[in-house]
């Protein structure tokens, strides 16, 4: 009994982390996306630490912790205070319509359901599942990095594709430590890099839209 | 001797993982460039060693075999004489006042750490320890590039940025799923993601998740190979940048994750049940060479025009590795060397045109051999190179990749030879326009650089052509058994 009821948690943990990816496409303000993703953080965590608990393997542990702190808390602060300074909290930013945009969505998560499930049939059902919810995040990421306009945009879904990674990779029973840890610290990392960008793009344009860089292109004169 | 060879390769990551550090506190740029070259040398030598020292017991963390050999002894020479280069053409960027000094601290302690990604990668017998190791060596590129902040450094670092992270994100999806494959037969923990246990087992594994694993690697580290239709950040990079990076990253970094791919590609050949990668890396291959071929003739920029070539030439390595089999493999992995070290000399060359012109844009660069004799003599024997002519090195890789596909498959080298045919006829337009005709007048011709700018040229157009020439036999031993192993 505890075997299914331990399957139903994580598989509606890692349901909801493709939830929240599906509210992070249609948010439309910054502070709301910021706090959207936020959420999906905290939804990552709870999922990873049920999977700590399932597979009775503390060092998941630590990995719920770096999501919970990094991912829920210190991030979002540090993105809002970039926008707030930067004076881009009521920019409306999406390249593609909403609807078209849930809709495409919608049949990504249908598509790597019906691709994963069809492949790992042989495989631990606990692990199957999460891996297909994670393929549907990580697609959904993507999605957002195409459909986003703005720079902040671009990187809150970038992260999000990291959290279908680390769900991944807490899904698969006795993943070595290492690698979670380097997910994580690649987050930071990553961060690090793109707030050095986002300075620089500020610096010399007075704007985070991407579309400005287009101008640029050294191909034209 | 058998601890001999595990401390070479301690070497060669310990050796610009301190001269990182050094670099960082070491102000006045003379001696960091000094630093910077005496360090790359060094690894380069410890590197060489590794041949003397035979095979090693693989650890569960490095481990050197024939094949990451090759990679990495070309990687630390590139990287040695790129150094060399470096010193020189920072020297006149500074001058030129594009580069602060402050920058260049930051630049030489990047090198450094960069080669440490890309020597770790090769060393690694760990797939997540790989994966950790490319998303160094990228996010270090992704810094240099942004070096000079122009818009356009600042596009192409994003771009650049940005593809790149989604691409090493879909690659390590795609080790989560190797492990996820190779967990029930290896067992939880470690043992499952070491690369030499991964091969030992590869016959009991689920096919259908390594297939799955496969398509995410291929995509995932193939955006790093700049094969299209994921290639948009690699021109962009390359011309944006510092010429020494746009060097290293051609002739390198590419290669970096042209070897993730080959290192799945031998477990996926382990696996009976498995797809054959041979068709996926076949198509990906032609598609890049016949598209870069094409847009050779559309570029205004010198050192795009070249980059745009060097998704051309990845295109034809993983076409050869795709099509497999004992002659293939040895042309792909021929073409690999040929193709790094003539890439890297024609980027020295077009660093210093470029220099010497004071633009990129090729209409207003020309007659190099006029102003610049040997400068410009240089770069028409390396782009002839490029090009494929004999008696180069790079005409016999092709040559021998060309006949094995007419063996194997008359019909996939048609559009291979077209290929081949048009951006053949590009580069040579190209370049008669770069080397001859009058020097534009309007410019001044800046001043030659000294000899010891021309020797890293020199010294690689050298070996490509003793390879055309000739190949010492221990060599296509060596090649030949290497390429048994990528299978």
Same mark, same amino acid.
């Given at each position: 009994?505890?075997?299914?009821?331990?399957?139903?948690?994580?598989?509606?943990?890692?349901?909801?982390?493709?939830?929240?990816?599906?509210?992070?496409?249609?948010?439309?303000?910054?502070?709301?996306?910021?706090?959207?993703? !936020? *959420?999906? @953080? +905290? /939804?990552?965590? #709870?999922? %990873?630490?049920?999977? $700590?608990?399932?597979?009775?393997?503390?060092? &998941?542990?630590?990995? !719920? *912790?770096? @999501? +919970? /702190?990094?991912? #829920?808390? %210190?991030?979002?602060? $540090?993105?809002?205070?970039?926008?707030?300074? &930067?004076?881009?909290?009521?920019?409306?930013?999406?390249?593609?319509?909403?609807?078209?945009?849930?809709?495409?969505?919608?049949?990504?998560?249908?598509?790597?359901?019906?691709?994963?499930?069809?492949?790992?049939?042989?495989?631990?059902?606990?692990?199957?599942?999460?891996?297909?919810?994670?393929?549907?995040?990580?697609?959904?990421?993507?999605?957002?990095?195409?459909?986003?306009?703005?720079?902040?945009?671009?990187?809150?879904?970038?992260?999000?594709?990291?959290?279908?990674?680390?769900?991944?990779?807490?899904?698969?029973?006795?993943?070595?430590?290492?690698?979670?840890?380097?997910?994580?610290?690649?987050?930071?990392?990553?961060?690090?890099?793109?707030?050095?960008?986002?300075?620089?793009?500020?610096?010399?344009?007075?704007?985070?839209?991407?579309?400005?860089?287009?101008?640029?292109?050294?191909?034209?004169? | 001797?058998?601890?001999?060879?595990?401390?070479?390769?301690?070497?060669?990551?310990?050796?610009?993982?301190?001269?990182?550090?050094?670099?960082?506190?070491?102000?006045?740029?003379?001696?960091?460039?000094?630093?910077?070259?005496?360090?790359?040398?060094?690894?380069?030598?410890?590197?060489?060693?590794?041949?003397?020292?035979?095979?090693?017991?693989?650890?569960?963390?490095?481990?050197?075999?024939?094949?990451?050999?090759?990679?990495?002894?070309?990687?630390?020479?590139?990287?040695?004489?790129?150094?060399?280069?470096?010193?020189?053409?920072?020297?006149?960027?500074?001058?030129?006042?594009?580069?602060?000094?402050?920058?260049?601290?930051?630049?030489?302690?990047?090198?450094?750490?960069?080669?440490?990604?890309?020597?770790?990668?090769?060393?690694?017998?760990?797939?997540?320890?790989?994966?950790?190791?490319?998303?160094?060596?990228?996010?270090?590129?992704?810094?240099?590039?942004?070096?000079?902040?122009?818009?356009?450094?600042?596009?192409?670092?994003?771009?650049?940025?940005?593809?790149?992270?989604?691409?090493?994100?879909?690659?390590?999806?795609?080790?989560?799923?190797?492990?996820?494959?190779?967990?029930?037969?290896?067992?939880?923990?470690?043992?499952?993601?070491?690369?030499?246990?991964?091969?030992?087992?590869?016959?009991?594994?689920?096919?259908?998740?390594?297939?799955?694993?496969?398509?995410?690697?291929?995509?995932?580290?193939?955006?790093?190979?700049?094969?299209?239709?994921?290639?948009?950040?690699?021109?962009?990079?390359?011309?944006?940048?510092?010429?020494?990076?746009?060097?290293?990253?051609?002739?390198?970094?590419?290669?970096?994750?042209?070897?993730?791919?080959?290192?799945?590609?031998?477990?996926?050949?382990?696996?009976?049940?498995?797809?054959?990668?041979?068709?996926?890396?076949?198509?990906?291959?032609?598609?890049?060479?016949?598209?870069?071929?094409?847009?050779?003739?559309?570029?205004?920029?010198?050192?795009?025009?070249?980059?745009?070539?060097?998704?051309?030439?990845?295109?034809?390595?993983?076409?050869?590795?795709?099509?497999?089999?004992?002659?293939?493999?040895?042309?792909?992995?021929?073409?690999?060397?040929?193709?790094?070290?003539?890439?890297?000399?024609?980027?020295?060359?077009?660093?210093?045109?470029?220099?010497?012109?004071?633009?990129?844009?090729?209409?207003?660069?020309?007659?190099?051999?006029?102003?610049?004799?040997?400068?410009?003599?240089?770069?028409?024997?390396?782009?002839?190179?490029?090009?494929?002519?004999?008696?180069?090195?790079?005409?016999?890789?092709?040559?021998?990749?060309?006949?094995?596909?007419?063996?194997?498959?008359?019909?996939?080298?048609?559009?291979?030879?077209?290929?081949?045919?048009?951006?053949?006829?590009?580069?040579?337009?190209?370049?008669?326009?770069?080397?001859?005709?009058?020097?534009?007048?309007?410019?001044?011709?800046?001043?030659?650089?000294?000899?010891?700018?021309?020797?890293?040229?020199?010294?690689?157009?050298?070996?490509?052509?003793?390879?055309?020439?000739?190949?010492?036999?221990?060599?296509?031993?060596?090649?030949?058994?290497?390429?048994?192993?990528?299978?």
């Amino acid at each position: 009994m505890t075997g299914a009821l331990a399957f139903d948690i994580a598989h509606m943990l890692a349901g909801g982390l493709v939830l929240a990816s599906f509210m992070l496409l249609y948010q439309d303000r910054l502070h709301g996306l910021v706090n959207t993703y !936020a *959420l999906h @953080a +905290l /939804v990552l965590t #709870a999922s %990873v630490a049920w999977q $700590a608990w399932a597979q009775g393997a503390p060092h &998941l542990y630590i990995t !719920a *912790l770096v @999501a +919970l /702190v990094f991912k #829920a808390l %210190v991030i979002p602060l $540090a993105l809002h205070r970039i926008i707030r300074r &930067l004076g881009i909290h009521r920019d409306i930013e999406n390249a593609v319509g909403t609807g078209l945009t849930m809709l495409t969505g919608m049949g990504l998560v249908a598509l790597s359901m019906v691709v994963m499930l069809r492949v790992t049939a042989e495989a631990d059902p606990l692990a199957r599942e999460d891996l297909a919810m994670a393929l549907a995040v990580v697609l959904l990421g993507l999605l957002m990095m195409v459909t986003r306009r703005n720079a902040i945009g671009q990187v809150v879904g970038f992260m999000s594709l990291e959290n279908g990674l680390v769900l991944a990779a807490a899904g698969a029973r006795g993943m070595p430590l290492v690698v979670e840890i380097s997910v994580a610290f690649s987050v930071l990392v990553a961060f690090i890099v793109i707030g050095i960008v986002l300075f620089r793009i500020r610096e010399r344009f007075d704007t985070v839209d991407v579309g400005a860089l287009d101008d640029f292109r050294g191909e034209r004169r | 001797m058998s601890g001999f060879p595990f401390d070479a390769t301690v070497a060669v990551l310990v050796v610009p993982a301190v001269a990182a550090a050094v670099l960082a506190l070491l102000p006045g740029y003379r001696a960091a460039a000094r630093v910077n070259v005496l360090a790359s040398l060094t690894t380069f030598l410890a590197a060489l060693s590794l041949f003397a020292g035979g095979e090693g017991e693989a650890g569960n963390y490095l481990f050197v075999d024939e094949l990451n050999i090759v990679f990495i002894v070309l990687n630390t020479f590139v990287g040695f004489t790129a150094s060399v280069f470096s010193a020189g053409y920072i020297r006149h960027e500074l001058e030129m006042g594009r580069i602060s000094p402050a920058n260049l601290r930051f630049y030489h302690a990047m090198y450094q750490t960069m080669m440490f990604g890309m020597n770790l990668a090769f060393v690694a017998n760990n797939i997540g320890l790989m994966w950790v190791a490319v998303e160094l060596a990228t996010l270090t590129t992704v810094l240099m590039v942004g070096l000079y902040r122009t818009h356009e450094a600042l596009e192409a670092a994003w771009k650049y940025f940005i593809l790149g992270s989604v691409g090493i994100a879909l690659a390590l999806f795609g080790t989560i799923l190797v492990y996820m494959a190779a967990q029930p037969v290896v067992g939880e923990g470690n043992d499952a993601m070491v690369w030499t246990r991964l091969v030992e087992a590869a016959a009991g594994f689920d096919p259908g998740l390594l297939n799955l694993a496969f398509v995410f690697l291929l995509i995932g580290y193939g955006t790093k190979v700049g094969l299209a239709p994921l290639h948009a950040w690699l021109p962009d990079a390359h011309a944006e940048g510092p010429t020494p990076i746009s060097a290293v990253l051609s002739g390198l970094l590419l290669n970096v994750a042209l070897y993730a791919v080959l290192r799945f590609k031998i477990l996926l050949a382990a696996s009976p049940g498995a797809l054959a990668p041979g068709p996926l890396m076949v198509g990906m291959g032609l598609v890049s060479l016949v598209f870069a071929a094409f847009m050779l003739y559309r570029r205004r920029d010198i050192k795009r025009l070249f980059a745009y070539s060097s998704i051309e030439h990845m295109g034809i390595i993983v076409f050869a590795f795709g099509m497999g089999g004992p002659l293939a493999n040895f042309a792909g992995l021929l073409h690999m060397v040929m193709h790094s070290l003539t890439k890297s000399a024609i980027f020295y060359c077009v660093g210093h045109i470029a220099q010497i012109r004071g633009t990129q844009k090729l209409a207003e660069i020309s007659g190099v051999t006029v102003t610049h004799p040997a400068l410009g003599w240089a770069f028409l024997v390396g782009v002839a190179a490029i090009a494929g002519l004999p008696p180069m090195g790079v005409f016999m890789s092709e040559f021998l990749i060309v006949t094995s596909t007419f063996a194997a498959a008359p019909l996939l080298a048609v559009p291979l030879v077209a290929g081949l045919v048009v951006a053949f006829g590009a580069l040579t337009m190209r370049a008669t326009g770069i080397a001859f005709g009058a020097p534009p007048e309007n410019r001044p011709a800046g001043e030659a650089p000294g000899l010891a700018a021309y020797l890293p040229i020199y010294a690689h157009l050298a070996l490509v052509l003793a390879a055309g020439l000739y190949l010492p036999p221990a060599l296509v031993g060596w090649f030949r058994h290497v390429a048994g192993i990528l299978g």
